[in-house]
């Protein structure tokens, strides 16, 4: 079993920048992949971001490529998965999950119980 935490979430104004971290542990060998998922009130949750672990491979949806970048620790790279957001925006406000992929799944099985974000205009 894996267990993800996230954290970094807050308050914060247009046009700055946060950074979320989800921290990994338990069989965090048995990943494939992790990524970032949000859910705004009354809106269903949608995927922000994901990274591979095999070749580092990254994908980002449209809404915040060339704003959120994912990174990973230098050393025991399988441990957490950061999303350094930048140039906020108040439709960026949601709650903000971590998620993780085993093995070959198709679908993402497990999750932390996220972070709330928050962006004022």
Known sequence: Q???V???GGLVQAGDSLRLSC???GRTFS??????FRQAPGKQREFVAAMTWSDGDTSYADSVKGRFTLSTPKYNKN????LTMNNLKPEDTARYYCAGQRGDSQSWDYWGQ???VTVSS
């Open 79 to 82: 441990a957490a998965l950061y």
């Open 6 to 8: 996230e954290a970094g």
């Open 31 to 36: 990943m494939s992949a992790m990524g970032w």
């Open 114 to 116: 996220g972070t709330q």
């Open 2 to 4: 894996v267990s993800l």
């Open 23 to 25: 921290a990994a542990s």
